[in-house]
Structures are given as C-alpha cells and as structure tokens.
Nanobody, 119 residues
C-alpha cells in the first residue's frame, strides 16, 4: 500500500500550491481521504477530508476555510489539496491519509511533502 504526496515547495505569502497524492495497491475508491499537516514543534492536525465517492468534503479549522479545497479523482487514484492565499502559518509537512470514514483513524499514510510559505 502506498500513498505518495507531491507538489510541495517554497511559495511566497499570498501564493498558491496544489498538492497531489497518488494511491496504489489498495482499493482507493473504497476509502475516504484526508490531508493533515504538522508544523515544527506542533502536533499533526487534520486539514481536509473527502468521502470515498467525493460527495462530501470538510475543511478543518477556520484558519484554512475558504482558502483550501480538497478533491479526488478515483479513476486516477488521486487526491488533491488546492491551497490559495497561503500564509506563513501554513508552513508545515503535509500528509495524505486514507481512512474508511470521516471519523475513523487513518489506515494508511503518505510520507509527507514540505510546504514552506516565506518571502
């Protein structure tokens, strides 16, 4: 089972990034998917969730609502996180995860991709 994130990097405040997560070796379409992030010295926190079929999404935290959007393409086994109007506080390692339901603990994790927002 593999989840592989990509798309991280260095971006200036106010910029945008789209993170991608590629899934393999499991029935991806049967799982909900989430993005989490972990900033230096802080605990990992949920950022966004999308249901298995993509019909339900949720964004966690007022700090990212209206700026981040989660989507998926089950045919390609991909999950995306579109991040707009990025702020320095968004700097973190972003992780993709697969879980059966919105309240279930993630069963699979990616290795993470670094996002740094700085001028």
């Amino acid at each position: 089972v593999q989840l592989v994130e990509s798309g991280g990097g260095l971006v200036q405040p106010g910029g945008s990034l789209r993170l991608s997560c590629a899934a393999s070796e499991f029935t991806f379409s049967a799982y909900g998917a989430s993005w989490y992030r972990q900033a230096p010295g802080k605990e990992r926190e949920p950022v966004a969730y999308i249901s298995a079929g993509g019909g339900m999404t949720s964004i966690s935290g007022d700090s990212v609502k209206g700026r981040f959007t989660i989507s998926r393409d089950n045919a390609k086994k991909m999950v995306y996180l579109q991040m707009n109007s990025l702020k320095p506080d968004d700097t973190a390692v972003y992780y993709c995860a697969a879980q059966l339901t919105a309240v279930a603990s993630p069963r699979y994790w990616g290795q993470g991709t670094q996002v740094t927002v700085s001028s």
